[in-house]
């Protein structure tokens, strides 16, 4: 798995990754200044005036007008205003209107870093290289970032405050980076390999990069001649955005009860073939049950492993809270439902969890009702969930512990 | 929405209806559900309390499931039955309730869980408890096409509102 910064998340890192090969800047270059403008939050406002928006923090008509540069319905190379705040007047007219990406979205992460990249990065990089030819491409980047921290015209300050953090994150992750994807070659580029034309970057490998866009539908005529771009926006875009954002999602889970004796903690039932990205919460459902032969020392419960860890083993101690809980040490059967929350995995919260079960006998009497502890053992993950196996263990051979009935749901997060 | 979208809205009501019946009557009917006995169920009610003449009384909420009693509504102080009871004071007191259901099936059709707020209407004196849903009968294990809240005062000068009642099920299917 490719490196990426432990604030970024998945989602983020998929745009990120994509912008890079499409734009050909390197990967830590774009973390450290998404890192510096707005950590990594999709949403960023800065209300400043003029307000900054999204990722890279677009600020001024010139590099967030929507759809186009100075909110033009189209480009207009020659725009008086533009070319003024582009600095033509004095570096000369390093980029046309036209090479500029549209906006409909100034927070979508594919559109915001498109307009950083084709009305600023790939073209002013250029510019620098050109200007200070004898420098290494890591100054060019920082020139690179403080120019669009401080503007086109600002004298370059290696000590200026912004430069601070921002080599540092430079320093922390080109390393892992150049180690997935080699050294930058230095040629950023406007098109994936020539110039002119702006295209949307292309997909990830493993699918299409989630719409952040909802598009109000557009209402038909009759007879009206329907273009791809109009069913890309308004059918597979807003498809996308519910896709992705609807409240809730069934990720999986089993429905045929598998048992175990088992006094050690075993894997009872593994749902595989799970891909949760880490920012979505997970919410799920287990219904177990145990039967027993008479005797004493009669529990048995369930935990959690996820992705090959188990963050909570299987208690066997009576009506234990840990992991999805342990039902009584009595010799009657009971059936149990437990239900946990899990927020997003991310640094310093891959404990955050918790959870409740209700135990009753099968008739509805003896009723326990407790809070549970889902991660007791271990951190969930980072990274994507794949798979998650119910834990489970007796407190002795005469109790067998069934799990039925497994639910994984994951909610939106966009 | 293709049948991944989990969360689905199945019924409910957004007016309020009320009783002052000291025996547990149905309050509001949701029917016409078709909800497979796989797909797990979430039940959000919103439910209060009014008193008159400085009666100390409770009210609470119940649960029928296709004719089935499931949990009956009770008059108890802070029951923690069915959708659970308010307290038994003089004051107006107001209550959110959600339970959870998983599969209906066998061995499993007493493995329902809730909780309840319930507080003042100014949000003082708050309480949260667990409920038990399923306390009186099996939750049917066919089809789920009727969900009737039940209600119960202390007294006739105690009037129980049941104000919103949502049903949602969730999807045991993925893309």
Known sequence: MAFRPPQCSSFVDTSVTSAATFYNLPRYFLYSLIQRESSFQLLALNPDDPPGYGLTQLTGVWYSGTPYPMNLSAPDNSNLEWTYDMGFGSFGVWLQMSEVSTITSIYSADQNLARFATDFGVRWYQRLKNTYSTEGTTNLLKRLAQNWKRGLFATYDPNHFYMTQFNQYMADWQGPCEADDGTWSGTPTMSGGGTGTVVPPPPPPGGQPPSTTWTAPRTWADGEVVTSSLFNVHIRGNLEHLYHTSGMRFEGGVFTGLSTTSTAGVDVQTISGLTIPDERPIMMLVQFRKTTAGGSLLTAGAGLKVNGTIVSEAPNNTTSSLGLGAMTDTSTSESCLSQIWVGPRLTNHQRNAYGEMVITDPSGTGKIRQRLRPTESANWPTGTTTSIAIRGKTQSLSATLFVSYVYIYSIGFI | ?175
């Open chain 2, 1 to 175: 929405m293709h049948d991944s979208s989990a969360l689905l809205r199945e019924g409910g009501s957004t007016t309020p209806s009320s009783t002052t019946s000291t025996v547990a009557v149905d309050v509001v009917t949701v029917s016409g559900l078709s909800i497979a006995p796989n797909r797990p169920i979430t039940i959000m009610v919103l439910f209060r309390k009014q008193t008159s003449g400085g009666a100390l009384n409770a009210a609470g909420c119940g649960l029928k499931v296709d004719g089935t009693v499931i949990s009956e509504a009770t008059a108890g102080n802070n029951s923690n039955l069915g959708f659970g009871a308010l307290g038994v004071t003089a004051t107006a007191q107001v209550a959110f309730s959600q339970i959870w259901v998983g599969q209906r099936a066998t061995n499993y059709f007493r493995t329902s869980m809730g909780d309840i707020m319930s507080a003042l209407p100014t949000g003082a004196a708050e309480i949260r408890q667990a409920l038990f849903c399923a306390e009186n009968a099996n939750w049917p294990s066919a089809t789920t096409t009727a969900i009737v809240i039940r209600g119960r005062t202390g007294s006739a000068s105690c009037t129980l509102f049941v104000d919103q009642v949502h049903i949602y099920s969730l999807s045991a299917t993925s893309v």
